[in-house]
């Protein structure tokens, strides 16, 4: 899919960057793979891990998603885009709301615009579970971006430029997530939590890079892409990380919900289901068209039907959770 290709993904330097360039360098072979990102010291760092001397393919392209005329050069010749590029810390984006609409909406506006302009074939966004019914202001301006890159496609014209979206939820051993917070507070023998009764989803970096790699060949344009996986209660994972931990209630932040959605009742109305993952398609009138020309036979979601974190069939138990665990931190020492 990717062989021969040029292939940009902003944010690149990130933890979902890394992940997707050590993956694509090892599965296929891409005419060249820019990384795209404003921090030029973990450009550097990167740029060890994967040198353009040896992965000959390897760009590093100093930029930020809010300089439409940096993307615009960034973009020339490139085949498919994966913006990964955001403002993702709730209380941060709480704090600074328009740093945050700058970068996550009109960031996403630039994306859009320069990959029209430029005729990128392939444009995927990573989106999260705080999009759907958003009540922080991250939720909010993802939600907004996601409609952006949906649309985007109703103006396309006669370019070949189509755009879709992923959304999924929280990153096992991403930066800021729960899981490395955890992982350090355990040398204290207390783990602060929010609400007991809190639940979330849980995937881990390669299966995020993977369902992402699976959407860029299943993409017509429009789709929201959401993976079924499992979800896990606060305390359990809690315990999961540091049995030997007690815990302590602290109330939930401004901005947090007790339970994730990633497909609302009324986005469910306008969903195709399969065995692995949801597709929200734009809206009712496109839901026929999918399924005539699906050859992998979506079908229909319930009435009433909603994918939320604590109704979820697919619970991840404590070993699972430490094997994914155990895996990252064995990559991490390698």
């Known amino acids: 899919m ?14 979902f960057g890394r992940e997707f360039v050590e993956i694509v ?49 960034a973009f020339d010749g490139v085949d498919v885009v994966v913006h990964a590029a955001a403002l993702k810390q709730v209380p941060s984006c709480e704090y600074n709301p328009l740093e945050a ?32 019914n958003p009540i922080n202001l991250y939720g909010a301006t993802k ?9 985007a496609n109703n103006y396309c014209g006669e370019h070949p430029t189509r755009f879709a979206v992923v959304r999924y939820g929280n990153v ?6 729960v899981v490395p917070f955890f992982l350090e507070m355990r040398r204290r023998g207390v783990l602060p939590i929010t609400d007991p009764r809190m639940t979330r989803f849980w995937i881990t970096l390669q299966q995020g890079v993977e369902f992402v790699l699976a959407s860029l ?11 079924k996986i499992p979800s896990m209660n606060i305390v359990d994972l809690a315990r999961a990380v540091a049995p030997n931990c007690r815990t302590e209630t602290v109330g939930i932040r401004p901005g947090e919900k ?21 597709a929200v398609l734009p809206n009712p009138d496109t839901l026929m068209f999918h399924r005539q020309a699906d050859p992998e036979g979506g079908r229909p979601c319930a009435d009433a039907f909603q994918y939320a974190s604590d109704t979820n069939s697919d619970w991840l138990s404590a070993q699972r959770l430490r094997e994914m665990l ?5 990559k991490e020492a390698a």
């Open 101 to 132: 609409v700058k970068t996550n909406v009109l960031g996403a506006a630039n994306v859009i615009d320069a990959a029209l302009d430029r005729g990128v074939e392939r444009v995927i966004a990573l989106s999260t579970d705080k999009a759907a």
């Open 326 to 330: 155990g895996l990252l931190e064995s």
């Open 25 to 73: 360098l090892r599965r296929y072979r891409p005419r060249r793979l820019i990384v795209f990102s404003r921090d030029e010291l973990k450009q550097q760092e990167m740029s060890r891990r994967f040198d353009p001397k040896v992965h000959r393919a390897m760009r590093y392209f100093l930029g930020d998603v809010r300089d439409r005329g940096r993307l615009d050069r």
């Open 172 to 177: 096992v051993g991403s930066r800021g997530s």
């Open 258 to 278: 007790l339970h994730e959605t990633m497909i609302s009742e009324d986005d469910a109305r306008h969903t195709l289901e399969y065995d692995d993952y949801f």
């Open 2 to 15: 990717l062989d021969g290709k040029s292939v940009l993904v902003t944010g690149g330097t990130g933890s």
């Open 143 to 151: 939600l907004c971006a996601d409609k952006l890159f949906v649309g």
């Open 217 to 227: 060949r299943r993409m017509r344009g429009g789709e929201i892409f959401v993976p």
